[in-house]
């Protein structure tokens, strides 16, 4: 029983829940942008992984293709599907209750998921590796190559990101439509566009970040699900914050490291979910969420 | 033409059935649920029996979502608790007409624990906290193997009433029956009196329900504890129609199942839950018959039928919310008016 705490084993438990939480909120990244423009949470978010996901499993292992002319064709392709998306089902429901657009992106979800299970069926897949295998050395503690290079890889998408909406014109437009629709629009700004743009950017994020996921596990319908478990980061990031999905992020990829060291995988399961109650009884608009307040 | 129907008094306008008419048709449908079962065949009255309790489970969704605004992701997980509750309170002997208000009233309990945060949260919250609360009830079903057998599943012993084994469909058929209608009437009686109104306010708009004097806290907690105890019989009537549960039932699917259900029918009418469970339980139904039917000539067909029930699922409740917000009843509500009102035009 007296046996030494292991404190290389904690730390490395953390630091490997730091890493692996760069993807998680590169993931709630493309649901802050989804809810920042449209004001729903996209239930349709894991599929949008899983299309990516596929469609670069076809692309580069089935037809062969270079791995950049795939990877092109896949964020054109989920971009696409999510344009179409907003077109078709968005927009119409523009005005609507909240539930119905929210009731909506669940359909959504359920269809999506039916079509790449009916396509490619239910077998597990073996992507190829992307990121580079080696082991990361921090004196004895050892990271796995793979999640410290999906970190990188997500900051370097959040930071362009982020960028782009502070400096770029379009990014701009974005913000002023996200924060303010009806004035944006007086002010001459293509609200529709932007809104179209907001999926197809969230589209992409999610399916690089499905890309990442998928070639670090295996490919299969499941991936879908994946997703769900981000409600808990941009839940406690408050939904409307990118720096909260960051932080979030980092700080849930700790908390689900450390229960899947400490108590076992399958625990880890619920691990985001119980997090969300918690979050949602002690501080519901999350750490650096916009307060809302209702007037009549 | 629709005639002699002049309300003259208050008690009249608030009846449900406010002509002599659909009184009539009302008889006519309790003979033909009495009868039904006789002149059927076995899969048909098995079909009749699921459609009962997605009936009772949609009815306890549609208070809580169509009439009070409350979205819950989480109700397939209640129908777990009420199941598990009857199954395991069955095995120690209870009588099933105690243990499936039994597994109700327990699903009830934990719907008024998860509706604690519904009072702080809403709209997209609390449909996070209800997924939230899906996962990990199905998570204690699978992993409390004391109680609900974990992933092998529960037996439910068989019904028995008056040293009657309830042991087939045909039987079962009408302890589901009853608990349908009653509960259905319940429901739409519960819309009559001030709990009901006051749900259907804090729906409309919350903050001026409570300026109107409603205690938003305890009606929002009394409506998941109803949508729950609805959920709960449900799973109980499904255990003993089944006799044996496991975990994976009680799923997401199963969750969106029956919001697509409320959608499709039509949220906040108890017509519209009738007809979005009839029609949702007879879609899978008429997949597989088509399915069925092309693997004559595409054996690979058969495959696909899991999905295609998601894809269908999945644009029934988008194509249903963009072209028929008020779902199937409205459709309904439109024939009936042009019938209503023939020769002249509606």
Known sequence: MNAPFDWIALAEFALIGVFSGGLLALIALGFVLIYKGTGVINFAMGEFMMLGAYFFYTSHVMWKLPMWLSLALTLAAVAAVAALIERAILRPLAGQPVISILMATIGLASALHGVVDAVWGGNNYEMPPLLPRKAFTFGEILIPGQVVWSFILAALIITAFTLYFRYSRTGIAMRAAASDPMTAYVLGIDVRR??????????????????VVGSMTSLSPALGGAALGVLAVIILGGLDSIAGAIVAGLII???ESLTAGYLGGKVRDIVPYVTVLLILLVKPYGLFGTRQIERL | MRIRDFHQSYAHDEAIWQTPTSRLWLAALFIALLLFPFTAN???????CVLGIHVIGAAGLNIMTGYTGLISLGHAAFMGV???TAAWLGQRGLPFYLTIPLGGLVAALLGLVVGIPSLRIKGL??????LAMQFILVFVFREWESVTGGVRGVNVPNAELFGIELNNDFRMYYVIAFFAVLLLVGARNLFRTRIGRAFIAIRDKDISAEVLGINLFRYKLLAFAIGSFYAGVAGALLGYFYRAMTPEYFTLTLSIFYLAAVIVGGLGTMLGTILGAVFMTLVPELLRAVVSFIAQWAPRA????SPMQEIVFGLLIVGFLVFEPHGLVEI???????????PFRA
């Open chain 2, 302 to 305: 058969v495959e696909v039928l």
């Open chain 2, 82 to 84: 009420g199941c598990y």
């Open chain 1, 194 to 211: 932007t809104q179209r743009l907001t999926w197809m950017f969230a589209g992409v994020v999610g399916a690089v970040a499905g890309i």
């Open chain 2, 125 to 130: 919250y609390l449909a996070v906290a209800t």
């Open chain 2, 332 to 342: 309904w509500r439109r024939v009936r008016r042009f019938f209503h009102l023939w």
């Open chain 2, 42 to 48: 076995g899969y048909i009255v098995g079909l009749a």
């Open chain 1, 253 to 255: 990829g700790v908390i």
